[in-house]
């Protein structure tokens, strides 16, 4: 499959996966925001007293198949913002790309390590480290991705400054 094809089918299914995972059936982040054994006990009984567990979990599921969706997207833009300013002569700048796709990597595991215990805890293991665990990563989970996504962002707008754009994945 060419570059390009993949790079719209995978932005196409993120934005997808965003619009859905923020629907009130499958938003998990009261459990998230729970912090504690004894709150998210209570979240994991209400949800379950309303069956919307199973929702809930498949929600989870739907976060992991957002996650590689957007950890490519972010490594490719990444790594092309690192030559856009490496062609423009901006040393710093296209050095950081390395720093870059490691922070996009360190985004999945964050996000992968929200969603186990989120899991954990819709299995019914409310106990430590399970809601602190959910609860520090719920916090990092949208942070992080934000940085390389700003980098690249700041590149594409390098691009727009009166040179050429450079194509985006096929260099």
């Given at each position: 499959?060419?570059?390009?094809?993949?790079?719209a089918?995978?932005?196409?299914?993120?934005?997808?996966?965003?619009?859905?995972?923020?629907?009130?059936?499958?938003?998990?982040?009261?459990?998230?925001?729970?912090?504690?054994?004894?709150?998210?006990?209570?979240?994991?009984?209400?949800?379950r007293?309303?069956?919307?567990?199973?929702?809930?979990?498949?929600?989870?599921?739907?976060?992991?198949?957002?996650?590689?969706?957007?950890?490519?997207?972010?490594?490719?833009?990444?790594?092309?913002?690192?030559r856009?300013?490496?062609?423009?002569?901006?040393?710093?700048?296209?050095?950081?790309a390395?720093?870059?796709?490691?922070?996009?990597?360190?985004?999945?595991?964050?996000?992968?390590?929200?969603?186990?215990?989120?899991?954990?805890?819709?299995?019914g293991?409310?106990?430590?480290?399970?809601?602190?665990?959910?609860?520090?990563?719920?916090?990092w989970?949208?942070?992080?991705?934000?940085?390389?996504?700003?980098?690249?962002?700041?590149?594409?707008?390098?691009?727009?400054?009166?040179?050429?754009?450079?194509?985006?994945?096929?260099?």
């Amino acid at each position: 499959m060419h570059k390009p094809i993949l790079f719209a089918l995978l932005s196409i299914t993120t934005l997808v996966l965003l619009f859905v995972l923020n629907r009130p059936a499958w938003r998990t982040a009261e459990l998230s925001r729970a912090g504690t054994p004894a709150n998210a006990a209570r979240v994991v009984h209400d949800w379950r007293t309303a069956s919307e567990d199973g929702r809930k979990r498949l929600g989870v599921y739907l976060d992991f198949a957002l996650v590689a969706c957007y950890a490519p997207l972010l490594v490719w833009g990444s790594a092309w913002a690192g030559r856009v300013f490496a062609r423009a002569g901006s040393v710093g700048p296209a050095r950081a790309a390395q720093f870059m796709i490691g922070v996009s990597l360190s985004a999945v595991v964050i996000d992968v390590a929200e969603n186990v215990a989120l899991l954990k805890m819709l299995g019914g293991d409310t106990g430590e480290p399970w809601p602190r665990l959910a609860h520090v990563m719920s916090r990092w989970k949208v942070t992080v991705p934000f940085v390389p996504a700003v980098y690249a962002a700041a590149a594409f707008a390098a691009t727009r400054r009166g040179t050429a754009p450079p194509r985006m994945l096929g260099e």
